[in-house]
């Protein structure tokens, strides 16, 4: 573990060197780590556990040949975010909002829904990532979530996918590996705004 975790600073360090997209500067503040063999995905915030969510992979297995419809591994970073203003199961075609709204699970859809999180490959494992278009994304079929289901993209319900996208920045540092997630200390939550001096600051703006 203590291996494993010198390694990825150790990355951390190197990658702008390998970004696909230089002009987005990396941020490892708050990251993600999804799971192949766990199906979820954790949020961090420098280093710590923020909260760990159910997702679906591909149900073709991993790798990132172009054509292929399989998820990649390795050290992403999130490229693109659309649609934080759209409506929780709002359904994007193209990554445009057509102004339809789906329900969870509803029968016969299976589209991108709520929120899309553009992934950009780091190493040349996953170097097609972008142009392949691996999104995390929302979906309708929320009872596939917690097993492979996707066609390469890592698949969140819709709720959980609005959450992360509010918590994470273009450049936020992604990591999608094979094995478990690790386990790592939790997040202490953040301290409580004394009340007198929010009713300070509210008086302020009248």
């Known amino acids: 573990m203590l291996r494993s975790l010198?390694?990825?600073?150790?990355?951390?360090?190197i990658m702008p060197a390998f970004s696909a997209t230089p002009s987005v500067q990396l941020d490892t503040s708050r990251r993600l780590i999804v799971s192949i063999r766990d199906q979820k995905l954790m949020l961090l915030s420098n280093g710590e556990k923020v909260a760990v969510y159910p997702v679906s992979?591909?149900?073709?297995?991993?790798g990132?040949?172009?054509?292929?419809?399989?998820?990649?591994?390795?050290?992403?970073?999130?490229?693109?975010?659309?649609?934080?203003?759209?409506?929780?199961?709002a359904v994007f075609h193209h990554r445009q909002w057509t102004g339809e709204i789906l329900?969870?699970?509803t029968p016969g859809r299976d589209p991108v829904t709520t929120r899309i999180i553009w992934l950009s490959g780091l190493e040349a494992q996953n170097a097609h990532a972008f142009d392949r278009c691996i999104y995390i994304h929302g979906t309708p079929e929320e009872k596939r979530v917690g097993r492979p289901a996707s066609y390469g993209c890592i698949r969140m319900k819709a709720r959980d996918v609005a959450v992360v996208y509010d918590q994470i920045r273009i450049g936020a540092l992604?990591?999608?590996?094979?094995?478990?997630?690790p386990k790592l200390p939790k997040a202490r939550p953040m301290a409580a705004t004394p009340t007198f001096v929010v009713q300070n600051q509210k008086r302020a703006f009248h």
């Not at 010198?6 to 360090?13: D, E, Y």
């Not at 992604?174 to 997630?181: E, Y």
């Open 57 to 62: 992979t591909s149900k073709y297995g991993v």
């Open 6 to 13: 010198a390694v990825f600073f150790t990355f951390v360090s």
């Open 103 to 105: 329900k969870p699970n």
């Open 174 to 181: 992604v990591q999608i590996i094979s094995d478990r997630l």
């Open 64 to 89: 990132d040949l172009r054509g292929k419809m399989t998820t990649p591994l390795g050290y992403l970073k999130v490229a693109k975010k659309i649609g934080g203003n759209a409506p929780v199961g």
